[in-house]
């Protein structure tokens, strides 16, 4: 059986989610506020906790801060109010494992509790250091890239990396500035310490000091709790704060004297924290015409770009592109349950002939869609969306492909070469081992 400490301080609520989950053979404690639950948490060993983000003496995410540092961590899931989804989700960039907002489903409950339980039994198979390296990773850092481009971005993060510097990373939308900024902070020798990403653009103006600083219960209409702010949720990490640019005048200003001082005072509150982060930016806009122009300050912008890094986008990864794209088909197949095993020659070429504004974004919402839409091992043009397949670029690309007669030929030369190693053939036709695998199915090669 599985235990369950569910932390909710409405009394009748929690009463009935507990007999729901009784009845559902999970045992569950309950406690009404974090001060309770920390103490019931030393007392026993649970596998799960199931927490309101609002809570009378604090927040979920302090009570989930506590567990991530713990001896024993367990899978943390947050209850939340629909207005306070926002913040559910910097609680999942905290280390939270999912988060349920109200008021929810049963089935939804037992879905992510099942989903939460399962995640916990798998990662305790792993050892420990392996576990911290995987530990917050990101979608695409699994992506190294072969192009020029990705080499010297690659470079870049490796040279940065170990320094304390801070990073300004450009880059237009969907190019995955936030992977390279995970990258740095995992290479980093603040690895172990917490990354916090933040949407500056998502902030608005009137409660950006609260969200970058904290604030104290009280200190203005709505404060009903205190609150610890960005900077001393990254203490001792990396802070990333995204869309840089979107910031307002006035924030600017108090971002600058933050990063000068090291040092933060939550609204309401006449006490000064020390903070000792790295900070990392990034923004699709040109901050230096923003700053000609006046609407960004310059010592900010020299103060956030000691270095700076270019995400190249994914046209200009020519060579990446079936990497990435078999890569988003693992993890499409991943998330629908399904098995296709790669792309038709056609779809390969419209790939590759297509000049993805999207950038990474589009093609991983194209591959998964194309992957719930296909019936068979292999994606078809028909399940690809209009835009790409309505090119006159790509027709004649289509009858240029059809027309290569010898690549059958090419396959079963590279593979004598090698004496049939698909790694070292896939290599020497520059394609990647699971294309050349589909390619031999298409040809009947064993």
């Known amino acids: 059986m599985k235990y369950i400490l569910l932390v909710e301080d409405d009394v009748a609520f929690s009463e009935m989610l507990k007999q729901f989950l009784k009845r559902h053979q999970y045992a569950v404690d309950v406690c009404y506020n974090i001060q309770k639950a920390t103490i019931q948490l030393k007392k026993e060993n649970y596998d799960l906790l199931f927490t309101d983000l609002r809570l009378p003496d604090g927040d979920g995410i302090s009570l989930l801060k506590q567990i991530k540092h713990s001896k024993n961590p367990i899978p943390v899931v947050l209850m939340t109010g629909y207005a306070e989804v926002s913040t559910a989700v910097q609680a999942m960039k905290q280390g939270a494992f999912d988060y349920i907002s109200k008021p929810f489903n049963p089935d939804e409950v037992l879905e992510v509790i099942g989903n939460a339980l399962e995640e916990k039994a798998t990662s305790s198979l792993i050892p420990q250091e392996e576990n911290k390296k995987e530990a917050g990773k990101s979608t695409l850092d699994i992506v190294k890239g072969i192009s020029t481009a990705s080499r010297m971005l690659n470079e870049y993060i490796d040279l940065v990396a170990p320094t304390n510097m801070s990073v300004l990373i450009n880059g237009e939308s969907g190019t995955g500035k936030e992977v390279v900024a995970k990258a ?14 933040v949407d500056c653009g998502a902030i608005p103006k009137e409660i950006a000091s609260s969200e970058f600083f904290g604030h ?8 009903e709790n205190d609150r610890i702010g960005h900077f001393e ?9 995204d869309e840089v640019g979107n910031l307002t005048y006035e924030n600017q200003v108090q971002l600058l004297r933050a990063l000068q001082e090291r040092k933060v005072k939550p609204v309401g509150s006449s006490d000064e924290i020390n903070v000792d982060i790295r900070l990392i930016t990034a923004t699709n806009d040109d901050l230096i015409r923003a700053v000609e122009k006046g609407d960004f300050r310059e010592d900010l912008y020299h103060r956030l770009n000691e270095f700076s890094i270019k995400v190249p986008n994914l046209k200009d990864r020519h060579d990446d592109l079936i990497l990435y794209a078999d890569f988003f088909l693992d993890k499409a197949n991943k998330q629908l349950n399904k098995s296709i095993l790669g792309f038709s020659k056609e779809v390969l070429t419209i790939f590759q002939n297509y000049q993805w504004p999207g ?23 028909n399940v690809l969306p209009t835009e790409l397949t309505q090119t006159n670029d790509n027709k004649v690309s289509l009858n240029k492909f059809s027309t290569k007669e010898n690549e059958k030929e090419l396959i079963i030369n590279a593979l004598k070469e090698v004496d049939n190693n698909k790694t070292q053939a896939a290599k020497l036709l520059n394609i990647t081992r699971k294309t050349l695998y589909n390619k031999m199915k298409e040809y009947k090669l064993n």
């Open 184 to 197: 740095i902070h995992l290479e980093s020798l603040r690895r172990d310490k917490p990354f916090i990403a």
């Open 359 to 381: 950038n990474l974004r589009e093609l991983s919402n194209v591959i998964k869609r194309a992957t719930l839409l296909t019936q068979s091992e292999i994606i078809n043009v």
């Open 216 to 223: 104290k219960k009280g200190a203005f209409t709505g404060a």
């Open 233 to 241: 949720s990254a203490n001792g990490g990396t802070l990333f704060l």
